[in-house]
Structure formats: C-alpha cells, structure tokens
C-alpha cells in the first residue's frame, strides 16, 4: 500500500533560517504529490503540488521538487518568518484512486 | 466559491448525547471526506463518498458513528451516543476527482468536545 514518511518535529528555527522539511513516499504507480500546511485554528490547505517526475511545486516561497529516483519530496524555504509556523503535511494521491495518503505533519515554529 | 462549509464550528455535549456534524462540499466536486484530528492520533481518515456513495468506511471507529450523503451539496457525520474519546476535530474535505490534480479542499472544522 501507500505511505509518506515525513521528518519528524517539532522544528524549531530563528526568522531568516533556511527550512527543510524531508518527505519520501512509497506508492504504486505515479502519483501526485502535495504539500498542505494548517495554520493554528484552521483546516488544512494546499500549500504546493507537483504530479509528475521533475516537476517542482512552489507557492509563498516554498519549493519541493518530484524526485521519483529516491521517492521524496522535501520541502524547502530559503528564509522563514515567523508567519510560517504552522504544521506541514506531505501527502500523495494515485490516479483513479479516491483517498489520500498523509504524512504525520511536521510542526515547525519560527522565532523572531 | 465559498469553499468547503463546516457546521457548527464548536459543539460541547455531554456523553451520551447524539452529535450532527455538517458539511457543504464545493459545488462540483465529486469527492467528500471525513477526516478526524487529535493530538495523539493526529489526522484519521473517517469515511469518504464519491458521487454521494460511501466508498471506504474502514476508518469510522465503530457502530457508534455513521455518515450520510443524500445529496451532492450535503453530507452529515453523526454520533450516537457520543463519548469522552471522541473529543477530537472533525474536519470535511472534497476534491474532483484525479481527472483534475487531485488536491483536497478541507472547512475549517468542528471542534467537538464531550464532557
């Protein structure tokens, strides 16, 4: 079956640090890749997404690329602000497929 | 669009009583879930419908929960009788299909609470 394995927090940075957020997958087929991120008080939203290999995703700063050659898709930011801190989420969905398959989330806090 | 509606945003009952969670899908999306959020467990997937059929309900925790779809703009969660360990929050989720790519638009949640 799927899973996403995600780098486990909390993360703790300083504003202006360079975030990583590891994410590898196991998956039948070729699937899309998500990043969601869930503000405090707030469902999850879709942060970036990528659905096929080499694609990279990128919104708000954020990046991750498709590596279907070692199944990951970590996230990266060059310089965080404390507006950041909220909790991360990989995820993938197969084609033709219903349900998603989340990571565990990562909580990252920025300090000013 | 208004995007995935949750209510109520806040519910506190006492055990034993019977919970009605509501959600109002995007208009269009053939794809609902029920999600359930707690910090031990983090975020479970509860049951998920496409085209108002429930396809999987292998995660509802037992008899006590049941979810229904009568229409495409409409779904319910319902608890009865509620219990303590469900104290959690429940968030609604819809999406099209993987004809598009395929990403989840999740409401904001009920945060329930029973005492």
């Known amino acids: 079956g799927n899973s996403v394995t995600q780098m486990e927090g909390p993360v703790t940075l300083s504003e202006e640090a360079f975030l990583t957020i590891n994410c590898t997958y196991t998956?039948?087929?070729?699937?899309?890749l998500f990043w969601y991120v869930q503000y405090p008080g707030e469902g999850l939203q879709l942060l970036l997404k990528?659905?096929?290999?080499?694609d990279k995703g990128s919104n708000k700063g954020f990046e991750a690329t498709y590596r279907k050659e070692t199944t990951s898709f970590h996230l990266e930011k060059g310089s965080v602000q404390v507006s950041d801190s909220a909790v991360y989420f990989c995820a993938l969905r197969n084609t033709n497929a219903g349900k998603s398959t989340f990571g565990d989330g990562t909580t990252l806090t920025v300090k000013p | 669009d208004a995007g995935v509606i949750q209510s109520p945003r806040h519910e506190v009952t006492e055990m034993g009583q019977e919970v009605t969670l509501r959600c109002k899908p995007i208009?269009?999306?053939?794809?609902l879930f029920w999600y359930r959020q707690t910090m031990m467990r983090g975020l479970e997937l509860l049951i998920y419908?496409?085209?108002?059929?429930?396809?999987?309900d292998s995660g509802m925790p037992e008899d006590r929960f049941s979810a229904k779809m009568p229409n495409a703009s409409f779904s319910t969660l319902k608890i009865q009788p509620s219990e303590p360990r469900d104290s959690a929050v429940y968030f609604c989720a819809s999406s099209f299909g993987t004809r598009n790519t395929g990403e989840l638009f999740f409401g904001e949640g009920s945060r329930l609470t029973v005492l």
């Open positions: 998956a039948t087929g070729y699937p899309s």
């Open positions: 208009s269009g999306h053939d794809y």
């Open positions: 990528a659905t096929k290999a080499d």
């Open positions: 419908f496409n085209n108002n059929v429930p396809i999987d």
